[in-house]
């Protein structure tokens, strides 16, 4: 795969990866997989299962990833531009507007408590869907709940209840305790 | 601006490492809403409503939006850059050294644990976006039916989002 090639998959990639990582990984799979077949299928499926563990944006990992794998490093570099290029122009685009019409978009915002109140639905179904998937036990839902309540009702710092759990589930992870969370 | 672009920078490298499969949305709103007040909860409830309707990782992209609002396009290319370089290096220095990594059940349980916080932390943000003490009864049934919607039937939040912003205007 050339380098011209490279930019094509990616950014179409980027273009239509509605919903989340999945679909990236799915729309990589089909391109670089099944079509021109230059990766296994497990190649994929490394890059998505390392991107869960790795911090940050999962679908930015598993395109570096992929790309690294295609390209080395320059490979990982201009896959990951490409891939991140039609939605961050689109946001730039939306911030010009945006901030260029304040006055306007503030006035529009008033009008959308029904956007308002959809966005709230979207964003707690978010959090089920992250929820559901690192509940191996239905107890630790508790524990979604004590987040919940420790940033909403006690203030506490969201950098903090991160590190607090994260740490705690290390902690778990040297005693024999750990069992609890399987 | 200068001093206000580092500390953007700062806080999106944090963001993005405190981020294991989602939660952005609620350190977006705890930095750049509540603490540094570089937007406000419209502005985000905008971006995010946005984002959701955007490809690839569009909810980092808060990042880029508060950016431009700070700096311009230079701002918003320092948000961007700082949401993306280190987990982007890390992806790339974990395929080359890290093939053990996968297996690792210390690794496992850390992510388990942010994984938690992380859903804790994001229904927060929803109650955080929507004025609460304000809220009409046609909103809980909105933001209750686009829940459903979202989890029952898994439905492009793109739809969800539309149809909401349609029953606001009507009603």
């Known amino acids: ?182 | 601006m200068i001093a206000d672009l580092l500390q953007l920078f700062a806080i999106s490298i944090f963001i993005s490492l405190a981020t294991y499969g989602g939660g952005s949305q609620a350190l977006f709103y705890q930095f750049g809403v509540q603490q540094t007040h570089w937007i406000d909860k419209t502005d985000l409830s905008a971006i995010l409503a946005f984002g959701y309707a955007t490809p690839g990782p569009a909810v980092f992209g808060t990042a880029t939006f508060i950016g431009y609002a700070l700096g311009g396009i230079p701002g918003a290319i320092v948000g961007t850059v700082g949401i993306f370089i280190v987990p982007f290096m890390m992806s790339i220095f974990a395929a080359k050294y890290f093939t053990h990594l996968l297996k690792n059940q210390h690794a496992a349980l850390f992510v388990q644990g942010v994984g938690l916080s992380a859903a804790g932390l994001v229904a927060a943000t929803a109650f955080g976006v929507i004025d609460v003490g304000a809220i009409a009864w046609w909103q809980i049934v909105v933001a209750l039916g686009s829940l459903a919607a979202s989890i029952k039937w898994s439905l492009n939040p793109l739809f969800v989002l539309l149809a909401g912003g349609i029953i606001g205007l009507v009603l």
């Open chain 1, 1 to 182: 795969m050339n380098y011209v090639e490279l930019i094509g998959v990616f950014a179409k990639t980027g273009a239509s990866a509605f919903g989340g990582w999945s679909t990236t990984a799915l729309l990589l799979e089909k391109e670089l997989v099944e079509n021109r077949k230059l990766l296994e299928p497990h190649d994929i499926k490394g890059a998505t299962t390392y991107a869960q563990i790795l911090p940050g944006a999962t679908q930015v990992s598993i395109v570096a990833n992929v790309g690294y794998r295609l390209h080395g490093f320059v490979g990982a570099c201009m896959a990951t531009a490409t891939y991140l290029l039609p939605s961050i122009g689109l946001i730039t685009l939306f911030a010009i507007a945006y901030f260029h019409f304040a006055d306007n978009t503030s006035n529009l915002m008033v009008h959308m408590d029904g956007l308002v109140a959809v966005l709230a639905g979207v964003i707690l179904a978010n959090a089920y869907k992250i929820g559901s998937k690192h509940t191996t036990k239905a107890w630790l839902w508790m524990l979604i709940v004590l987040a919940f309540v420790l940033k909403l009702w006690l203030g506490v710092n969201a950098l903090l209840i991160i590190v607090m759990f994260g740490l705690s589930g290390l902690i778990l992870s040297w005693t024999s305790a750990r069992r609890i969370l399987k």
